[in-house]
């Protein structure tokens, strides 16, 4: 390449180069970022793509990497706000957790197996590697092969806190880090059980159901289904601004509509029945 | 100061700017996991056997299994194959083909290691599965899948050593009445052994450092493995799989996880220069 | 009975056919196994249209320009440190107690495991200097794992530019400085650019590294701060959550090919710059 060509090139590059990173030069992002639980991940992308075409102007940042992820970017300023699919411990309480929705967990198995229904000891000691193989429990004799999610999951220490109790998830069972790639393990193997949250059960995957009482919306709200924990948006102070607004929209009607489509539970659920007055 | 002596220290200010980058990382790492080692205790943080961060057990034996195993694996897949290519592409094949075949080999290297992992989860762990029972996601498949990725810098290195002897060597052989596979097996590959052994350290290397595949078909049980269908984590993956999610203790064991894999990495580096050195005097 | 050397040759090369044809076989099938699902998915649509739904729908536009942001910034950061050192190794200095440091750090970091920078990046750029997770968090990180690979092809490139281009130089009166700058750089150039582009090729593949410090958000972003998903980490996540199949199968195509062309791109410049000299 002759000399001249080549600084014309270079001059070129460099020219796009700047052009390329001068407009990101500006100190913050002017979008809002919201951090945390992978369960409550794809439900706050569905409800900011949905604001965001509403708002063209807005920019929305939603992002995994777990309900403690989530919860601690917010505490150090890394996101205005986190997501989370457990309860705030008691070290997190200086922060502001508001609800938007339920969601509960179902514990699901390959679509051809035959199992429908288990007892909540049943599936304590499945998980807890007490029950080993599926001819324990009507079945062929082939071993379980047990799926969980990761240490500092929401939706892990949900399923340990309403349904293990006390006892331990074993250690010989494997780990996913995400409700979507539990589904994939469970939905291409025959032996395995795992639990997901019950808004990504799709027909890849069945859903128990635990002491004959089946995960769907009515026994929910009812009372029935009591393996259920409320989805949060975390915040260090009082919402403002873009956050608010976001927020607010969630809570409304048609934020909350769109929630429920995609199989979650409304924040009002039925309360619980009184005695049954004469008809 | 002239402006040459300025150029001068600039430059060498720049240069330091590698062996910075490494103190830097070596500081931030070893800041935070080294307290939880002193914490829990050097002997039961590498021995222990239980890794239940929510309980406070912080043991990673059996994610150095792990690894362990799984580098063992993909090397056991990938240095005879390797090795056996560039002998093919070295010696058995002409040389046109071969330079078709070279910059398509150097492509299998590029490609990015979790499409390698996502054609694991497709295709090799359902086989494991089906074929000899377990969950698929093994050992067996995180070692069929890494040592297929680290195959190409295998071959490259290795098939560069052979092409790298002086001709003198295999005419001086053939003329003494060897045949073709008598000298590639007496002369050829022990006279490019230090380059093969480079080839395999590098691929060992890089074999240890894999993440993202290895996430996909390990399973990730935290549990010691007892065999090549069980599933199980390797210090990567354990940091990987849950450095997201972690806080406080939890973070910094992860921190730890990788101060440990950090001496691993060292230690192979230093072996290798020591065994370059060697083979170079 | 005693084999023959002439069986014994003859079964070691049927196996090493056998062996090598199957090796290499297998290797280019899972390939094309990607490349044959993924590529008739891939129209102009796919790579103009932002993901939608998850990457259920629409394209990977923001993953493309993603990933071009990330590879930029990596490669503004890391090209000049790179090819400053390798100036100094080459040009300013002997073998003495300082290269063989500058050598030594530079060999360790060429070993240093992707997570473990990606370690160093969460815990450095996205806390530390407070970036959060964004395109200088990620692109920052990139560039101190592609530096290695810089200094080695551009060392490479600056020693083989015969010594009598410099000796001329400096007979013509000319300085150190103005020797590298109008001598040893301009033939030295293919031979970074390679090295360069190397780095390139490696920064599009990076996954674990890149999704600790830059995040995982899939809108297109609006500045330098803001979190950015790549090719690599969008089709990881396909992969993985099982989102869609097709998508996973076309991300990975549009990556094979993209990797490709930069291998490509980096042979013909190495074919036709070896063939000038």
């Given at each position: 390449m002759k000399r001249g060509k080549r600084s014309r090139w270079i001059y070129g590059v460099g020219i796009l180069l700047l052009a390329v990173l001068l407009p990101g030069c500006q100190r913050q992002h002017g979008g809002l970022s919201v951090v945390g639980s992978t369960s409550v991940e794809p439900f706050a992308e569905a409800l900011a793509e949905e604001y965001m075409n509403q708002h063209s102007r807005e920019k929305i940042f939603v992002q995994g990497g777990g309900s403690s992820a989530g919860i601690q970017a917010v505490r150090t300023g890394a996101a205005e706000v986190g997501m989370s699919?457990?309860?705030?411990?008691?070290?997190?309480?200086?922060?502001?957790?508001?609800?938007?929705?339920?969601?509960?967990?179902?514990?699901?198995?390959?679509?051809?197996?035959?199992?429908?229904?288990?007892?909540l000891n049943q599936i304590r000691k499945i998980f807890s590697a007490e029950i080993t193989r599926w001819s324990e429990l009507g079945g062929k004799n082939h071993l379980l092969t047990l799926v969980t999610r990761e240490e500092g999951s929401g939706t892990r220490e949900a399923f340990q806190k309403l349904i293990m109790g006390k006892k331990e998830i074993s250690l010989g069972a494997l780990v996913q880090d995400s409700n979507g790639a539990i589904r994939q393990v469970v939905a291409d193997d025959r032996n395995a059980i795992g639990y997901i949250s019950l808004g990504l059960v799709n027909d890849r995957v069945k859903a128990l159901k635990i002491d004959g009482i089946e995960p769907n919306i009515e026994n929910i709200q009812h009372h029935r289904y009591k393996i259920v924990r409320p989805f949060l948006f975390v915040f260090k102070s009082n919402p403002q601004g873009l956050a608010k607004d976001f927020l607010d929209y969630i809570l409304s009607p048609a934020g909350q509509k769109l929630l429920v489509q995609e199989g979650l539970i409304s924040m009002n659920p039925i309360p619980e029945p009184k005695k049954e007055a004469r008809r | 100061m002239s402006k040459e002596k300025i150029l001068e220290k600039s430059f060498l200010l720049i240069a330091l700017s590698s062996i910075s980058i490494l103190a830097l990382i070596a500081f931030f790492i070893f800041q935070q996991g080294i307290p939880l080692i002193w914490k829990v205790g050097l002997n039961s943080f590498l021995l222990g056997d239980r890794w239940f961060p929510s309980k406070e057990s912080f043991g990673i034996f059996p994610m150095i299994v792990g690894s362990f195993w799984v580098t063992l694996g993909s090397l056991i897949v990938g240095v005879p194959l390797g090795v056996?290519?560039?002998?093919?592409?070295?010696e058995l094949i002409p040389p046109t083909i071969a330079m078709i075949l070279r910059p398509m080999i150097q492509l299998l290297g590029a490609i990015p290691s979790v499409i390698y992992g996502f054609w694991g989860l497709i295709v090799l762990v359902p086989l494991i599965r089906d074929s000899f029972g377990g969950p698929g996601l093994s050992i067996l498949a995180g070692s069929l899948v890494l040592g297929i990725m680290i195959l190409p810098t295998i071959i490259s290195i290795s098939e560069d050593s052979l092409r790298a002897l002086p001709r003198t060597y295999k005419e001086g052989a053939l003329s003494l009445g060897a045949t073709h596979w008598q000298t590639i097996w007496r002369v050829l590959l022990p006279a490019a052994r230090s380059g093969i052994v480079a080839s395999i350290i590098l691929g060992m290397g890089r074999a240890i450092g894999e993440t993202m595949a290895m996430i996909m078909i390990l399973g990730n049980a935290t549990q010691l493995p007892n065999s090549i269908l069980s599933s199980a984590r390797t210090l990567t993956t354990n940091i990987g799989i849950e450095m997201g999610y972690a806080s406080g203790d939890h973070r910094q064991a992860l921190f730890a996880t990788g101060v440990v894999l950090f001496f691993i990495i060292m230690g192979l580096n230093s072996v290798a220069l020591i065994i370059s050195r060697k083979g170079r005097a | 009975m005693k084999i023959s050397r002439h069986h014994t040759?003859?079964?070691?090369?049927?196996?090493?056919?056998?062996?090598?044809?199957s090796t290499l076989a297998v290797m280019f099938w899972i390939l094309y196994q990607v490349l044959r699902?993924?590529?008739?998915?891939?129209?102009?649509?796919?790579?103009?249209?932002?993901?939608?739904?998850?990457?259920?729908?629409?394209?990977?536009?923001?993953?493309?320009?993603?990933?071009?942001?990330?590879?930029?910034?990596?490669i503004v950061i890391a090209t000049p440190l790179g090819v400053g050192t390798a100036i100094f190794l080459q040009e300013y200095t002997r073998e003495?107690?300082?290269?063989?440091?500058?050598?030594?750090?530079?060999?360790?970091?060429?070993?240093?495991?992707?997570?473990?920078?990606?370690?160093?990046?969460?815990?450095?750029?996205?806390?530390?200097?407070?970036?959060?997770?964004?395109?200088?968090?990620?692109?920052?990180?990139?560039?101190?794992?592609?530096?290695?690979?810089?200094?080695?092809?551009?060392?490479?490139?600056?020693?083989?530019?015969?010594?009598?281009?410099?000796?001329?130089?400096?007979?013509?009166?000319?300085?150190?400085?103005?020797?590298?700058?109008?001598?040893?750089?301009?033939?030295?150039?293919?031979?970074?650019?390679?090295?360069?582009?190397?780095?390139?090729?490696?920064?599009?593949?990076?996954?674990?590294?890149?999704?600790?410090?830059?995040?995982?958000?899939?809108?297109?972003?609006?500045?330098?701060?803001?979190?950015?998903?790549?090719?690599?980490?969008?089709?990881?996540?396909?992969?993985?959550?099982?989102?869609?199949?097709?998508?996973?199968?076309?991300?990975?195509?549009?990556?094979?090919?993209?990797?490709?062309?930069?291998?490509?791109?980096?042979?013909?410049?190495?074919?036709?710059?070896?063939?000038?000299?």
């Open positions: 699919s457990r309860n705030l411990m008691d070290s997190e309480k200086d922060l502001i957790a508001v609800p938007i929705i339920y969601d509960a967990i179902a514990v699901i198995v390959h679509r051809d197996n035959p199992l429908n229904d288990l007892t | 056996a290519c560039a002998v093919f592409l070295c | 040759q003859g079964l070691a090369k049927g196996v090493i056919w056998v062996a090598a044809f699902e993924g590529l008739p998915l891939l129209h102009p649509d796919f790579f103009i249209q932002a993901p939608r739904q998850m990457g259920r729908a629409g394209g990977i536009f923001s993953t493309i320009i993603g990933t071009i942001a990330l590879t930029v910034v990596a003495s107690g300082v290269s063989r440091v500058i050598r030594f750090g530079t060999d360790c970091l060429a070993g240093v495991p992707s997570i473990i920078f990606g370690l160093f990046g969460f815990v450095f750029f996205v806390i530390f200097l407070r970036m959060g997770w964004s395109i200088l968090s990620g692109g920052l990180t990139l560039a101190t794992m592609i530096l290695p690979t810089i200094i080695c092809t551009a060392e490479e490139a600056i020693k083989s530019v015969p010594y009598t281009y410099r000796e001329v130089s400096f007979a013509l009166g000319g300085t150190r400085w103005q020797t590298i700058r109008k001598m040893v750089l301009p033939n030295a150039f293919p031979g970074i650019l390679t090295g360069v582009l190397l780095g390139v090729g490696r920064s599009v593949g990076e996954t674990a590294a890149v999704i600790l410090t830059a995040g995982s958000s899939f809108i297109t972003p609006d500045s330098l701060f803001s979190p950015i998903r790549t090719m690599a980490v969008h089709f990881y996540i396909l992969a993985r959550e099982g989102i869609s199949m097709e998508m996973a199968y076309a991300t990975g195509a549009a990556l094979i090919l993209l990797i490709l062309a930069i291998n490509t791109g980096a042979n013909w410049m190495m074919y036709r710059y070896a063939h000038k000299a």
